[in-house]
Each structure stands twice: as C-alpha cells, then as structure tokens.
C-alpha cells in the first residue's frame, strides 16, 4: 500500500514538472494549482484569489496547465495498463520496463507496445505456428544461404506448408510484422517522414464538377511540416466528402523517396545488396514491409497527428475571436430599438429599456413587396418617441442595408431624439429565438421577435447576450464543424468563463445563463439564484447568497468575488475584493483613519500605501496590490469604450463597391490567413495576412481583433462568386485585370511553389496586396462559412 502511495506521489511530482517546464513556471506552483484544481477550484478563481499559493500563475497558464494535466494523467493510466498486460504476457524484461517509463508521448508508448498488443491471429502468426521462425532467421543472420534450398528443410504439408515458395511467404511474414512492429525504427521514420513529407491531393474520378469547390486542391502538394492548419482541414474536408484522395510521399520526387525510405528499413535491420543469395530476397521483404506495413500505417498517424494541431489552432482561433466578441465595447444602459431585417416577412422590432427589459415590440414592412416605407417610419418613431430611444441596433443579414437606410431616414425625421444608429452582427440570433431559453424567457413572445430582442440587448452588453447562445453557433471560428466537436465545446466553454468572470456579473441583474458562466455556479445554483431574488426581491449583501438553496460554503468562495452587488448594503459588494480578503480592507482603513466610502476611488491616498504593510500568514503583497487596485477604480469594466462603424451611404450591395474604395468596416472573424470585414453590403471581404500592416505580420491578431473597427481599401470584386479583398494599407494599387490563362498559371504555381501573399509578407520591404482569386481567397471564403 505504502509503496502504491509513494509510487503515485512520483508520478504527481513527475507531472507537476514536466507541466512546469512547458508553462514556464516552477514545479511547486504546479504543484499548488493542480491541488487547487483537484479541489474543485476554477481556473478564474485561482488566477484571481490564488496569486500566493501559485505564483501568481494567470489564466492563460492554468488553462494550459489544466489541459496538460489531462493527457498527461491519460499517459500515465495507459503506461500502467500496458505494463500490467505485457507483464501478464511474461514478456516485461526490465529493459523494456524502462523504455515504456521513459515514453514522453501516447505515440511512443503504443509503438512500445505494439508487438505485445493483443491481436487476431496474423499471418506471421500462422507462420510462426508452422514452424517458420528459424527459416526467417536464418536468411536473416546468414544471406550466403540460398532462400530456395533452405527452404526447403521447413516444407511440411501437414502444417500447411505445401513447398518452399509457401515457406519463405511465411519467413517474410514474420519478418515484416516484426520490422514494421520495431518501435525505434517506426519512431524514426515517423520523425523522418514528419520532416520530408509532401500531402498530395487530387479528384476522385469523375468528381470534377461536383468537386468545384474544391478545385485548387484537384492536383496540390506541398510539405505537411509547413501547411497551414486551414488548408489541411480543407484537404481533410474533401478527403471526407469523397472529392479528393490523399496521400503522403517522402519528398517532393515520390519514387525516389520511397526508395530511400526503402533503404532506411534495410539499413535499420542490417541488410544490404552485398551480391549474396538471400540479399535479393531480403530487400524485398524491406521494400514491402515500407510499401505494405509502415508507410500505411505512418501515412495515417502523421495524418492523425497534423489534424489534431490544426484542430487545436483551428479552435485557438475561434476561442480568440469569441473573447474579444464576448469583450466588445458595450453600449451600457441606454434604451435601444432592435431591428431584425427581412424582405416577405418584415422587419421585426422590438424596444427594450436600459435596463434590457422589453417594452414593446411590432412587425413593419417597409420593404418588397409590400413597400410600407412611410407608414414603418411612423410606427418607429412613435415607439422611439415613446420609449425615448437612444440607440437604433440592426441586424446585418439579409436586408440590412435596406433597413439602415430606413434607420437613416428615422434619425432624420426625429433629430431631437439625438439617436445613433449601429448595424450588429446577428450570428446565433435565430439560434437563441428557438432555444429553450428563450422560450422559457419570453413563452409568450412569436419566436420571429425574440431575435430582434436580442439584437437590442447584445448592443447594450454583448457578453450578457451572447452567453445564452452555444458558443459554436456565434460562427466567428474557421472550419468549426471539421474539428472535434467535444474539445471544440470545452475550449470554447473555458474561453466564456473566463471572459464572464474578467468582466464580473452583477447578481440582481444577470440571466440564469449569464450566472452559470461564473465560477463555481452549476445551472441549478445559477437558476435558484434568479428564482430566489425573484421571490425576495434584489440581494443587498454578497453574504445573503448563502440563503440560496444548494449554494454552501464552497460555492461560495468560489463565485463570490465575481457576483457584483450595487448599491448594497457592504461597498465593497460592488466590488472585486473577495469577502475573504474583507479583514485585510479593515487593516488598510484603520491605517488610513477613514470610512470605506472615503477611500474608495482616492487614488492618490491608496497609491501612497505600501502592499506590504498589510500582508499577514495568509494574503500576501500580490492579493494586497490586487486590492489596493481595485478599491481606486471598483468594479472596473476591462472592456473598450463603446464606439461604431459607418458604413458609406449607397454602398449597400456588393455591386456597389469599385477597386480604389475607401470604406469603414467592422472586423468579424480573423483567421491564421487574414481578417474578414463587414462593409455593410452582405458579404465580407477579407484582407489577406499580407495586406494587414505595411509590416511583417505573423498572426492577424496581432494588429486586428473581432469588433475591431477599421478602414480599407477595395482591391479587387469578384461579383459571381462574391468574393471581396481588401487592404488596410490605403496607398495599395488595385491589379490590373488578368486573362483566364494568367489567372490559371498563377494559381498552378501558387499551388506547387511557395504560398501567395506569406512569400511577399516580410520586414524590410513593402508586399504587394495578395490578390482575391488566388487559391487562398478561396480556401478563405470556404473557411468563413466554417
């Protein structure tokens, strides 16, 4: 038992360090959050009130941690299942023991245990079973034997070994499954193929029609190493709807690198063409064991492999743009007119309060084919008059623009009303109109004008709005559906939490899906809470939450810090400073001879404190500067100030736009090849990654987020296809137009030699604008519709 416990604190320190190398801390601080964690602790309570046990580790480093802690605790089970079936086989030599402890990777550890993995009889098997074993050896230790002859002695029809070409069928057998089942050679050609290898791709057979989408890929090579993650999804893509085939060759000349690969096996296992008997026979043996074991089995690993990097950056992008969606500036508590566009069935309206309550909704169709313009311009100006609108949100899909116009209009005919009008995006809208969630909000609202209700709201606090809606259907991620749908919820789940609890919710006010965002409130808690202050009217104190049912004491260390009371009947409710750390605030105002009140917002009293005059055995100088922080600006909204795009007036569809343009748009997805904006005329445009900056840009995020509001220039329009490109550098040249043959030759040699646009992205000289027909453009627009 002892040894058990003492064997089980050696993996924990083991993990703890090899988690503290990758994450760039110290293995003790590891340490204290993975028990922190094991506890039941979130990552945005231990960022935030666990600075001394941890370091002060922030969130980006717990979330690391707690995803590396995962597989590496899923590594250590399967190490300990392969050792206890192999030991059960009487095969565990120490030696063996020792290369499977020392496995850093589920990859290595199943190569290991290939050879002992349970299996269905093989061919080798048989073979063995027959008696064919010292024949393969044999030949193995000594080529001047002559295969035939030898063979010969081993021939007995009574074992189903009819005669020698049987009997060196089944030497070669055995060969090959122990060659391809060597973990030191499949792990080196694995690395090698890794290095050199070429993903091609070309059409099914007679698919090239049905296929067009994915015609740049029709007849496409280019390094595994090197592609990037959205072209690879893109190949998987085709590869899944049976457009496309796939292979990998080791190198760019596929005969020459499958001999060479040939010749590595022959190397590894020590045979060579010396001009001996059996030299033929067992290059042979080398050649398939490469062309029928390895290279099958290696092709799909590495495959395995490269569509799990390129799912984990493909939802790193998404996780990306979801915060700062989730983090745009909002409009705070300002009474808003929701519009939700449509053509046949009208514009939806809906008013809510600047508290988010709706006040009032209606149906217009200022539109074809009804055309009712002046009559819905009466109706919302009444209900603008009525309400004493002062923010006009509309929807961005279909009839946006139209509908701008209207808005317009409206803003002209009220002026004293002193509106302001902003388009929204409205990704997700239709989805939490027939949610659960909204039926249960609004059961007696028609579904059509609950999505102009949150339309309105996610204008006022985008983040209380958006959390009601499935993070995956908010739609700014690239190739979602393509990637793993459970760490695509998790990711993205992980990415809300910790935006909800940055921001910090206040308790009176928030739904029962924003409170399940907090940190350790499950959706019961977070419902029990709006039940309770529905029954008992607004909380006055953030002790009162413990009257919540099934709200103890450990829930409540962990969500308290983030539930903000205004108004209350304890100042520091409103605020950050977790109700433990209280006492540490006493120490600070008897020092100061003040009320709470009166130091709250004094910034130049409490930046002449010292932290750690207040320190004690349990808050040390990281809490007590979290503090002090806190109590000069309480309650602080680490959000943007709220500000609004213009869209040009009569630029409203995508024929509208010319090359040379300057307009003003808002950012709605960035990518790892770009960023696409909305110009207002229904379709984005994208700016490729060499046409963010007139400097090197490695990751569109570094000069561009989601909701970012920016201007640019229209380089190219490609009508049919709608397809848009922009530049950021407004001094860029629109290209000449080109032939259908320049077009195609561009493209091949795009496909076949460096990529576009990333060859011309380089410091020290100004890169020409990538152009919108190029294969990326494409694979960009397929990307953005995810």
């Known amino acids: 038992m002892q040894d058990d ?40 309570f231990i960022a935030r009130y666990r600075k001394e046990a941890t370091g002060g580790l922030d969130d980006t480093q717990l979330r690391n941690l707690e995803t590396r802690l995962a597989y590496l605790r899923e590594l250590e089970d399967r190490r300990a299942a392969v050792l206890a079936s192999i030991g059960e086989q009487g095969k565990l030599t120490d030696e063996l023991r020792a290369q499977i402890e020392a496995a850093d990777s589920k990859a290595r550890l199943e190569d290991l245990y290939l050879p002992y993995k349970p299996k269905r009889r093989t061919r080798a098997q048989i073979a063995r079973e027959a008696g064919l074993e010292p024949l393969a050896d044999g030949l193995l230790a000594d080529p001047r034997l002559v295969p035939e002859e030898f063979a010969a002695g081993f021939v007995d ?75 690879l999804l893109a190949l998987f893509r085709g590869r899944r709807e049976e457009f496309l085939f796939l292979d990998l060759d080791p190198g760019a000349d596929a005969d020459a690198g499958h001999a060479q690969a040939e010749a590595r096996v022959a190397a590894h296992v020590g045979v060579k063409a010396a001009g001996r008997p059996a030299d033929k026979w067992l290059l042979d043996t080398c050649r398939l064991t490469w062309k029928a074991k390895l290279h099958l089995h290696l092709m799909l690993d590495l495959f395995a492999q490269a569509r799990e990097k390129a799912e984990a950056e493909a939802i790193a992008v998404f996780g990306d743009n979801l915060k700062d969606l989730l983090l745009a500036a909002p409009a705070g508590p300002k009474a808003v007119l929701g519009l939700d566009p449509g053509l046949r069935t009208g514009v939806k309206v809906a008013v809510v309060d600047r508290t988010g309550k709706l006040v009032d ?4 169709y200022p539109h074809e084919p009804k055309r009712q313009w002046e009559q819905s311009l009466q109706v919302l100006r009444a209900l603008c008059a009525k309400h004493r609108v002062e923010l006009v949100a509309i929807g961005n899909g279909t009839a946006s623009r139209e509908t701008d116009k209207l808005a317009g209009e409206l803003l002209r005919l009220a002026p004293e009303l002193k509106m302001q009008k902003i388009v929204v995006s409205e990704a997700g809208a239709s989805v939490y109109s027939a949610s659960e969630l909204a039926a249960r909000e609004f059961p007696d609202l028609d579904v059509s004008l609950r999505g102009a209700v949150s339309i309105a709201r996610r204008l006022q606090d985008p983040l209380a709005e958006l959390v009601k809606i499935e993070p995956k259907a908010i739609g700014v991620g690239q190739y979602q559906h393509d990637v793993d749908q459970i760490r695509l919820a998790r990711a993205l789940d992980a990415k809300v939490e910790d935006c909800v609890n940055a921001v910090g919710v206040d308790v009176n006010t928030a739904s029962s899906a924003l409170l399940t965002r907090v940190s350790g409130l499950s959706p019961t808690v977070a419902e029990n809470i709006v039940v309770y202050r529905n029954q008992n009217g607004p909380f006055r104190s953030r002790k009162e939450l413990l009257k919540v049912p099934r709200l103890g004491e450990k829930t409540f260390e962990q969500c308290a810090g ?27 105002l008897r020092q100061c001879g003040r009320e709470v009140k009166q130091v709250i917002g004094d910034a130049a009293l409490l930046r002449s404190l010292k932290p750690e005059q207040f320190v004690d055995e349990r808050f040390g100088v990281p ?26 007036d009569g630029v409203e569809d995508i024929k509208d736009l010319r090359p040379g343009m300057i307009l003003e748009g808002v950012v709605s997805n960035v990518a790892a090849f770009g960023a696409f904006v909305d110009i207002g005329v229904h379709q984005d445009g994208l ?18 987020k989601a909701g970012d509001i920016v201007k640019v220039k229209v380089l190219e329009v490609d009508v049919a296809r709608k397809r848009i490109a922009l530049t950021r550098r407004l001094d860029d040249e629109a290209p000449a137009p080109r032939s259908p043959r320049e077009n195609g030759e561009r493209r091949d040699a795009r496909a076949h030699g ?21 294969a990326l453009a494409q694979a960009f627009a397929r990307a953005k519709r995810g």
């Open 5 to 44: 416990a003492k064997h089980a604190q050696q993996i924990a320190a083991k993990i703890a360090r090899l988690i503290a190398e990758e994450i760039g801390a110290q293995p003790q601080q590891a340490q204290a959050a993975i028990a922190l964690l094991d506890e039941g602790a979130t990552v945005p």
């Open 157 to 231: 029809a009574g074992k189903g070994v009819a005669d020698a070409k049987a009997a060196l069928d089944g030497a070669r057998a055995i060969l090959m499954e122990r060659w391809g089942e060597d973990a030191q050679l499949v792990g080196e050609l694995r690395q090698w193929l890794h290095e050199v290898g070429m993903i091609r791709s070309r059409v099914a057979e007679g698919k090239e029609v049905a296929g067009e989408k994915f015609r740049d890929y029709f007849d496409h090579a280019e390094p595994l190493a090197k592609i990037p993650s959205h072209r």
């Open 361 to 364: 909704t209606a149906t217009i």
């Open 562 to 588: 983030f539930l903000r009371i205004a108004d209350g009947e304890e100042p520091l409710d409103a605020s950050a400073v977790h109700p433990e750390a209280y006492p540490v605030v006493e120490r600070i």
């Open 623 to 648: 809490t007590v500067r979290d503090i002090l922080k806190e109590l000069e600006k309480p309650g602080r909204d680490p959000r943007p100030e709220f500000k609004a795009a213009r869209f040009a």
């Open 687 to 704: 700016i490729h990654i060499s046409a963010l900056s007139d400097k090197y840009v490695k990751d569109p995020r570094e000069v561009v």
């Open 754 to 774: 460096p990529r576009g646009g990333r060859d011309s992205n380089r410091a020290g000289g100004k890169p020409a604008a990538a152009p919108m027909n190029n």
